[in-house]
C-alpha cells in the first residue's frame, strides 16, 4: 500500500523537471515554515506568521502573512514583513490583528496592526518580558503570560537585592532544579490581565492566578491552546498544575477558572481527577467548556478523552470515551454543535469532527499530518504535511482538502521526492504492527538501509514531515529507509500504546526484528545484508539494547540521547513521572529490578558494534552524562566509536548550523560503514 498524497494535495506547485535530484539537510534548513492560522471571524482573511532561516545568524526570523479566503487562487501577500525585526504570534479580534513584535530590541511587546494593511502600532510598554498573549474576543481586554516570582501582583519585574559578597552558586530546597533546558530560578509562568483601549494597554496589568503556585501555560511545551477567553470576555480558562513538595511526580494538570477582573480567586473545575486535563476551550455560544481527561496519575500517554462540560449545570459527559483515539487538539464549530479534533490514527493523523450532541466520529481527512486547525463559516482550515511534503494550509469543507497555498513551491522546484510505501507484519503478541518504507529517487540496484526507531515512546513513525529525523533526507543520500510503529506506539489504541509498560526492551525489540525481516522480504531493493539502525530518545535507549541484545545485524549504529543506565537516568532525570511509569510505578530504590531488567548498561560485554553517540549539553531530560557513558563503554571496549556533543542544544537539534553538522555526522558515519559515498 502506497502512503502518497494525490497530486492535488501534498506535492509542490512547480512541475518536477526531468533533471531533478534528492532532497538534501541544505535544503531542508532553508525551508519556509507556516505558523499556526488565525482567521477572521467573518472567515475572509487568514493571517500566519512564517518562519524563514537566518543561516548567517543561525536562527530563525518570522514575518506576518495573509490571505484573502475569498478569492479562489489568491496569492498570499506579506502584511509585515520588517527586516531585522520579528513578528510572531498573530490573532485577529475583528478587523485587527495582534501580534508579539521585539521591535526596537528589549523584552518585545503586543502590537496591532489593520487586517488589511497600514501601520502598526505598539500596545503594551511593561518590562520584564513575556510568553505570550491572547486578546479577549471582546476586544478590551488582553491576557498576558510572563514569567514572574509566585504572588506577584502585576508584571513589574521584582526588584531582588544580593549582598555584596553573595556569590553565583543556585540553591534549591525542592524540585524541580531543572526542566528540559532549564534552570529554575524561582519564577512561575503566571496569567496577567490588562485592560485594552484606543490608548492600547499600557501599564503592568494585574495577576488572576491569585494564590496558586505553578505554570500556566505548563513547562516546557505548553502555549497559548492551555488558556481559554470566554466569548463575553469577562472569564478566563486555564490548566495549571499546583507544584507541591514533588513536582517532578506529578501529571495532575487541572482546569480553572476565574474572573477576568481578578475579583474572585480562581475555582479549580477538574479537582475531582486527579490525572491531566488540559486544552480548556470554551463553545463559542458561551455554555460549554471542551476539554481533554486522562484518567491514570502519573501517566502522561494516557488516552486524552474529549470532554464536555456545561457551564450553567456543571455537568461532564466523555464525549469520546467509546473511541480508542487519544485527542490531539480541539476546536469548536461556529454553532458549538460539534467539534473539530486531530487523532493519531495508523500512521496519519487526521481531522476529525465530533458530533457534541452524541460523540459520534467522522473523518475530514485521509493521508497526511494536520497540525495546526482554525475554523472559520467557511470551512476549517488546517496546516497539513507529510513525509514528502512540509506544511501548507488547506480548507476542509467537504470532499478533499483544498489547497490555499505553497509555500515552498520555488524552493522544492527540481527536486523529486521519494516513494512511501507502508507495509503490515504480525509482531509481538500476534499483533499487526504498521511500518513504511521510503525507496530512494531512481533506484534500480539494491540500497543499504537506514533503520530508524522512533522516541517518546509514545509516539509514532508517521506520515508527517520533519525538520530534524527526515526521512526524505536519509532517502536523498541513497538509503531505503524503514521505520516501525512497535509496540508502544500511538494511533493504534490505548492497550497497543500501554503495552510498552515494564517492557521497554521486550515486546518492542521483538517488533523491530520481525519488522526488518518483513520489509527485507517484501521490498527486493533493500541490502538485507548492509543496514544501519539509528534512533534518538526512547530510539536512542534502543540502540543501547540492540548493541547488546541484537549485537550482529547492523553494521553500524547511530545512538542520539538515549538512556545507557537505567539506575543513574532515574536519579538524573527532571520529568520523574515518567521514568517512574515506565517501569511499574515505583522509584528506582523500592523496584530496582524493574529498571535493570531492561538496563542496557547490563549488556556491554556484548557490545560489538560501530557506534555513534550525540548528545546536547542542555538535555535535562536524558542528560548528557548518559552519552558520554555510551562513550566511554564504547572506547573502553575498542569498539569503533564516535562523540558528538552540542553545547547549546537540548534533546533536539534546533539551530540550522547545528542540523547540518548532524547530518553530516550522521550520513558520514553510516556511509563509512556501509560503503555509501557522500552526498
Known amino acids: 500500500m502506497r502512503m502518497l498524497l494525490t497530486a492535488s494535495l501534498l506535492a509542490t506547485a512547480a512541475a518536477t523537471p526531468v533533471s531533478a535530484r534528492p532532497i538534501t539537510i541544505d535544503d531542508v534548513t532553508m525551508l519556509s515554515r507556516i505558523g499556526a492560522p488565525a482567521a477572521s471571524a467573518d472567515g475572509r482573511w487568514l493571517v500566519w506568521a512564517q518562519r524563514e532561516t537566518d543561516l548567517a545568524g543561525d536562527k530563525g526570523r518570522y514575518d506576518l502573512w495573509r490571505l484573502d479566503l475569498t478569492k479562489p487562487g489568491a496569492p498570499p501577500v506579506k502584511l509585515l514583513a520588517e527586516a531585522d525585526v520579528n513578528e510572531n504570534d498573530p490573532q485577529i479580534v475583528g478587523s485587527t490583528v495582534y501580534f508579539s513584535s521585539d521591535k526596537g530590541g528589549g523584552d518585545g511587546a503586543i502590537w496591532s496592526v ?3 494593511g497600514g501601520a502598526p502600532r505598539k500596545l503594551t510598554n511593561f518590562a520584564g518580558g513575556f510568553g505570550g498573549f491572547k486578546v479577549a474576543p471582546t476586544g478590551d481586554r488582553v491576557v498576558v503570560w510572563a514569567d514572574r516570582l509566585p504572588g506577584a501582583p502585576s508584571l513589574e519585574p521584582a526588584m531582588v537585592k544580593k549582598a555584596a559578597d553573595a556569590g553565583a552558586a543556585r540553591t534549591y530546597d525542592q524540585m524541580f ?39 500556566t501555560p505548563s513547562k516546557p ?13 469577562k472569564t478566563l480558562y486555564f490548566a495549571l498544575r499546583e507544584a507541591g513538595r514533588i513536582e517532578p511526580l506529578s501529571t495532575n494538570l487541572d482546569i480553572f477558572s476565574v474572573p477576568a477582573d481578578g475579583s474572585a480567586a480562581p475555582t479549580n473545575l477538574t479537582d475531582a481527577n486527579d490525572a491531566t486535563d488540559n486544552l480548556p476551550t470554551v463553545s463559542p455560544d458561551g455554555r460549554k ?10 501517566y502522561e500517554a494516557d488516552r486524552q478523552v474529549l470532554t464536555v462540560r456545561d457551564l450553567t449545570t456543571g455537568q461532564v459527559v466523555s464525549l469520546t470515551e467509546r473511541w480508542d483515539r487519544s485527542v490531539g487538539s480541539i476546536a469548536w464549530a461556529p454553532d458549538s454543535r460539534s467539534l ?17 450532541a452524541n460523540g459520534g466520529v467522522t473523518r475530514l481527512t485521509q493521508e497526511g499530518h494536520v497540525g495546526a486547525v482554525a475554523v472559520t463559516p467557511r470551512g476549517v482550515i488546517v496546516a497539513l504535511n507529510s513525509l514528502t511534503a512540509p506544511d501548507d494550509f488547506y480548507r476542509v469543507a467537504g470532499g478533499a482538502p483544498q489547497r490555499l497555498t505553497s509555500v515552498n513551491a520555488a524552493k522544492l522546484a527540481g527536486i523529486d521526492m521519494p516513494q512511501v510505501t507502508r507495509f503490515s507484519f504480525k509482531g509481538a503478541n500476534n499483533d499487526t504492527v504498521w511500518g513504511y518504507a521510503v525507496k530512494p529517487v531512481g533506484t534500480s540496484a539494491k540500497v543499504p538501509i537506514a533503520y530508524m526507531v522512533h522516541g517518546g515512546p509514545q509516539g509514532s513513525s508517521n506520515n508527517s514531515w520533519s525538520y530534524r529525523w527526515n526521512p526524505a533526507v536519509f532517502a536523498g543520500a541513497g538509503y531505503g529507509l524503514v521505520a516501525v510503529d512497535f509496540h508502544g506506539s500511538t494511533g493504534y489504541g490505548q492497550g497497543f500504546t500501554d503495552a510498552i509498560r515494564n517492557n521497554w526492551g521486550g515486546w518492542p525489540l521483538e517488533d523491530l526484528q520481525k519488522g526488518l525481516a518483513a520489509a527485507t522480504a517484501k521490498f527486493a531493493w533493500l541490502d538485507a545484508d548492509n543496514a544501519c539502525a539509528l534512533g534518538a530518545s526512547y530510539g536512542g535507549y534502543m540502540m543501547n539494547w540492540i548493541a547488546g541484545k541484537w549485537p550482529d545485524r547492523f553494521k553500524c549504529i547511530v545512538q542520539h540521547d538515549g538512556v545507557f543506565d537505567a539506575r543513574a537516568m532515574a536519579y538524573e532525570t527532571e520529568e520523574l513521572w515518567f521514568d517512574e511509569w515506565e517501569h511499574g510505578g515505583k522509584a528506582y530504590y523500592e523496584d530496582p529490578a524493574a529498571y535493570e531488567k531492561w538496563n542496557p548498561v ?17 538535555d535535562f531530560r536524558i542528560p548528557y552524562t548518559q552519552g558520554l557513558a555510551t562513550f566511554t563503554a564504547l572506547q573502553r571496549r575498542g569498539i569503533p566509536s564516535r562523540l558528538v556533543v552540542n553545547p547549546a542544544e537540548n534533546h533536539w ?25 557522500p552526498q
Open 114 to 116: 489593520p487586517v488589511t
Open 177 to 215: 532544579v531543572r526542566h528540559w533546558d532549564t534552570w529554575a530560578d524561582g519564577t512561575r509562568s503566571q496569567l496577567f490581565v490588562l485592560p485594552l483601549t484606543s490608548a492600547g494597554a499600557p501599564g503592568n496589568g494585574k495577576a488572576v492566578v491569585g494564590s496558586l503556585v505553578g505554570d
Open 221 to 233: 511545551f505548553g502555549g497559548g491552546e492551555e488558556v481559554s477567553w470566554s466569548p463575553d470576555g
Open 289 to 298: 467548556l471542551a476539554y481533554f481527561a486522562m484518567r491514570r496519575p502519573g
Open 340 to 356: 473539530y479534533v486531530t487523532a493519531d490514527d495508523t500512521q496519519e493523523t487526521p481531522l476529525f469532527r465530533v458530533d457534541a
Open 602 to 618: 547490563n549488556y556491554v560485554d556484548k557490545w560489538k558494534t560501530p557506534m555513534l553517540v550525540i548528545t546536547g549539553e542542555k
Open 653 to 677: 537539534v534546533l539551530k540550522p548550523k547545528n542540523s547540518r553538522q548532524w547530518y553530516r555526522e550522521v550520513l558520514g558515519w553510516m556511509g563509512k560503514w556501509t560503503g555509501t559515498p
